[in-house]
């Protein structure tokens, strides 16, 4: 897990200032997975790590499936892994949804690709897009999981990285109190 930490120091991915979360929670640090998943070396590798524990885990799909934009390229190097297709979905408004002609079959064994999981909200919103279409989700996986166990899944959750930051409400923002300004720098429109 140290050199996965290793690589988002390194590829310049590990932000420090005040940050608003895809989650609508702010936080001190944002880890900004584009950085790492922009060289194609890194991306397919840490693809093929997040198979290989998804595998270990006795979980073997038919199809992954991520939610643009961030799990995109993530989800592709998975489905690699797994030699299998890799599909997205994304939002029409506020809904999310299967668009470009993607389709799952019923009973097809799904596994939901993240970049970072948070609250688990965006891949709470990909289970229902996967169920809804008679698919089965068998497991998640994520490069960071910042959830600190809080995520709740009811099939194995694999990632390569498991990290603490702290995170509050606007509310209860340290920053916020303090008069910093935070900023979105996700995929996300605001929170």
């Given amino acids: 897990m ?18 608003l979360l895809s989650s609508g929670l702010h936080s001190a640090q944002y880890l900004q997975c584009a950085r790492v998943l922009m060289d194609p070396k ?14 270990a885990a006795g979980v073997t799909p038919d199809v992954v499936v991520a939610p643009a934009m961030g799990g995109i390229v993530v989800g592709h190097e998975v489905a690699r892994g797994f030699g299998c297709r890799s599909l ?8 999310m949804t299967l668009r470009r002609g993607f389709a799952l079959a019923p009973g097809e064994k799904v596994v939901v690709v993240e970049d970072v999981v948070t609250t688990g909200k965006s891949t709470r919103e990909v289970i ?25 899944f009811d099939v194995p959750f694999e990632s390569l990285l498991k990290i603490a930051v702290d995170t509050w409400g606007a509310a ?12 979105k720098p996700g995929s996300r429109p605001g929170a």
Avoid: N, W, Y
């Fill in 128 to 152: 229902a897009v996967v169920e809804g279409a008679g698919a089965r989700v068998i497991g998640i996986a994520s490069l960071v999981d910042r959830s600190s166990g809080k995520a709740g």
């Fill in 2 to 19: 140290s050199d996965i930490l290793d690589i988002f120091k390194r590829q310049g991915a590990l932000l420090e200032g005040h940050f």
């Fill in 172 to 183: 209860a923002c340290p920053l916020c109190a303090a008069g910093s300004v935070a900023v």
């Fill in 42 to 55: 890194i991306a397919s590798d840490l693809g093929v790590r997040l198979a290989a524990q998804l595998k």
């Fill in 88 to 95: 997205f979905t994304e939002r029409d408004g506020t809904t």
